[in-house]
């Protein structure tokens, strides 16, 4: 099960019993190794709604079946994964063409790449140019395909 799905299992199994403090089920989620960004993501999937309590924090609770479910567009990865080498790019003061758009951009998104696999082919591409020029894309593509492959 992925780590999306086991969030989801997690908050439906918690917000059965009613509306929960947000805080609560990221501490429930921590300790069964589940990060902020994946019960949040988790919680949009299931159409959690959310309403700020008096205390200054989130109350949580499943939608009822008469609630229109608030569909939250999900956000493109190619985009993320784009702008996140733009800006690595922008540290070793390079520029390269990166688009969102591009096919490649694209597949490693529905590959599912995270960040940490994202910066580890790019310190290896940046390592294989020592320096010598901006990383594009189709230089590493190659560094992605072996990271992509040693995490499969």
Not at 28 to 34: K, P, R, T
Not at 95 to 106: E, T
Not at 121 to 140: E, I, K
């Amino acid at each position: 099960m992925n780590p999306v799905a086991q969030a989801e299992a997690l908050l439906t199994d918690m917000l059965k019993a009613g509306p929960l403090a947000a805080s609560e089920a990221f501490k429930a989620a921590a300790a069964a190794g589940l990060g902020e960004r994946t019960v949040q993501r988790a919680s949009q999937a299931l159409g959690v709604a959310k309403a700020k309590n008096g205390h200054g924090g989130w109350t949580w609770r499943l939608p009822t079946p008469e609630e229109p479910r608030q569909q939250v567009e999900p956000p493109d990865r190619a985009a993320i994964i784009a702008k996140r080498l733009r800006e690595l790019e922008r540290r070793q003061g390079q520029v390269a063409p990166i688009y969102a758009g591009d096919p490649r951009l694209r597949r490693w998104a529905a590959a599912g790449i995270a960040d940490p696999e994202l910066r580890e082919a790019y310190d290896r591409a940046v390592f294989a140019l020592r320096g010598g020029g901006p990383v594009t894309v189709g230089f590493l593509e190659g560094f992605v395909a072996e990271i992509i492959g040693e995490t499969t």
